[in-house]
């Protein structure tokens, strides 16, 4: 308490999730969360005097705890319209993220021109993420042509083993694959914003100090 009322210093113990998503957020050899969006993270809890602790999860268990959790944060995470409400937003902590398809030369079945030409082949998502959404609202479907895994890692894996034929994930997720190849060349994801968000019902001093602490951090270089 006398640290606290002579410093300032951490009003409330928040607790921030992630998911394994290197070069963003993931776990060095000690067992620490580290990475790009991981060190803006902790800048803007330092600036905001807010004592933290982050835990890795999947994907989908980490939205679904700060959904229904106060004072429970979540990053890197992209701000969409069906998102926008449910959370207070901080955008962005990380460079603007891009969402390929992808493929290995041996697992694709043929040349693509669009999206569609993929719906007769296995395409694989992590549930929960961005682009399981953008592929459920063009009409692939679960147990068909779309297959839902816990987590990139896993995703890759069934890649490499030729039980997909395609992933759809951010570009930085496969940079230790060889030979992956995007097979479209735009992006799906380029009007998505790379964020940390706070649960809505969350205490106001946090949030508070949260805004303030996030309007002094410098900008990030793009």
Not at 100 to 116: A, F, T
Not at 162 to 187: C, E, F, H, M, Q
Request: glycine letters at 4%; a positive charge; aromatic letters at 6%.
């Amino acid at each position: 308490m006398a640290l606290i009322s002579t410093q300032g210093w951490a009003i409330d113990r928040v607790k921030i999730v992630t998911e394994d998503l290197p070069p963003l957020s993931y776990k060095n050899n000690e067992g620490e969360v580290i990475g790009a969006a991981t060190k803006r993270v902790r800048e803007l809890m330092a600036q905001a005097q807010i004592d933290y602790d982050i835990a890795i999860l999947p994907w989908k268990r980490a939205l679904k705890s700060t959904l229904e959790e106060p004072n429970t944060l979540i990053y890197t995470i992209l701000k969409t319209p069906q998102r926008e409400h449910n959370f207070e937003w901080f955008c962005p902590i990380a460079r603007p993220l891009k969402i390929y398809l992808y493929s290995l030369p041996d697992n694709s079945p043929s040349r693509m021109q669009s999206i569609e030409d993929a719906k007769s082949s296995l395409v694989g998502v992590s549930r929960g993420s961005v682009a399981h959404g953008i592929l459920l609202s063009k009409g692939f479907k679960e147990g068909h042509n779309l297959v839902v895994t816990t987590g990139i890692d896993v995703l890759k894996q069934n890649l490499q083993n030729g039980r997909l034929d395609y992933i759809l994930v951010i570009d930085t997720a496969v940079a230790d694959i060889p030979n992956i190849s995007k097979v479209l060349p735009n992006s799906f994801s380029t009007e998505y914003i790379p964020c940390l968000a706070i649960n809505k019902n969350s205490d106001e001093k946090i949030k508070e100090r949260l805004r303030l602490a996030f309007s002094k951090l410098p900008a990030i270089n793009n």
